[in-house]
């Protein structure tokens, strides 16, 4: 298993593999798709790729020091265009060197940031697999990003529901006693499977 170390050293490489999966989902969106609901009971298909893409957006203003800001409606026209500008932001971010180390300002408080892009992985790995249920993709995730995303979400379970977001659902949801890990990650994040 990862250390939580090396985790968080890997955490820009695992980011722009979690984006990409996302990616590829956001892209698999059918124009009847996007008014559709998702496991996230808040959000439609379009909101919940605003808030991938916000939540992309906010990683170079968290790790230049400005924190998190309210940004609205961030998609416009092309929605797959703003999702690949706003990674490719947070990704630039997130590999300068010494990034990792410092200390930024979240919604849920001042954290490592080598934790808070672990954050944004489990954001892209969690939210891809709402968007794969919304739109009938395949919802398997990857191994090796839902492993490092089980322990980081083990870890910081009492965090998750902070910040005020209801992304991760108000309470844990309940696995069968056999449940496979993708199952329990999910079941943390208060998904029933």
């Known amino acids: 298993m990862t250390t939580q170390a090396d985790a968080e050293a890997n955490a820009p490489m695992y980011y ?43 990683v170079a203003s968290i790790m230049g020091g400005d924190g998190p800001q309210n940004l609205g409606d961030v998609l416009g026209d092309d929605p ?12 630039a971010a997130f590999s300068e060197p010494g990034a990792m ?21 489990q954001e892209a790995l969690a939210h891809g697999w709402d968007l794969a249920v919304a739109i009938d993709a395949d919802t398997a ?5 839902m492993d490092v995303s089980y322990a980081r979400a083990l870890r910081s379970r009492e965090r998750l529901r902070t910040g005020g977001s209801t992304a991760w659902g108000k309470s844990e949801a309940n696995p069968p006693e056999n449940a496979d890990t993708q199952t329990k990650y999910l079941a943390i994040l208060g998904r029933s499977v």
């Open 141 to 145: 995730m990857d191994a090796e990003l």
């Open 80 to 91: 797959i265009k703003a999702f690949d500008a706003a990674c490719k932001t947070a990704f």
């Open 101 to 121: 180390g410092k200390m930024v300002q979240t919604r849920r408080g001042e954290q490592l940031a080598g934790d808070y892009a672990l954050g944004q992985v």
């Open 16 to 58: 722009q593999k979690a984006t990409a999966n996302a990616r590829r989902l956001v892209a698999g969106v059918n124009p009847d798709q996007w008014d559709g609901s998702t496991p996230c009971a808040d959000w439609n298909v379009k909101q919940l790729v605003n808030h991938m893409v916000s939540g992309a957006l906010n």
